[in-house]
């Protein structure tokens, strides 16, 4: 089994900065895609940005030049780090990775999700 652990949630002021981090843990060869997705209330999950086992990044319009994601390998984590936040960015926001298990599978996991609230 796979668990997803987010942190790094919380309130802040418009114009502050947060950074998200997300451990994999349990049976995992190796981890494909690292990604954050958002979900406001009555909104759809959308993707924020994601990463390639390679360094490769892609960000959503709407969080361009503003955020960041990394990962680090050796530690299965995946992070985001965000600046210039405003109240749009306000959403649970949700760790998913696409992870291939010792069987050779591929599964498609999602964090439990953490919750950020941009006050004005």
């Known amino acids: 089994q796979v668990q997803l652990v987010e942190s790094g949630g919380g309130l802040v002021q418009a114009g502050g900065s947060l950074r998200l981090s997300c451990v994999a843990s349990g049976s995992i060869f190796s981890i494909n895609v690292m990604g954050w997705y958002r979900q406001a209330p009555g909104k759809q999950r959308e993707l924020v940005a994601d990463?390639?086992?390679?360094?490769?990044?892609n960000y959503a319009e709407f969080v361009k030049g503003r955020v960041v994601i990394s990962r680090d390998n050796a530690k299965k984590t995946v992070f985001l780090q965000m600046d210039s936040l405003k109240p749009e960015d306000t959403a649970v926001y949700y760790c998913y990775c696409n992870i291939v298990g010792r069987g050779g599978l591929k599964v498609g996991y999602w964090g439990q999700g953490t919750q950020v609230t941009v006050s004005l």
């Open positions: 990463i390639t086992s390679i360094g490769i990044t």
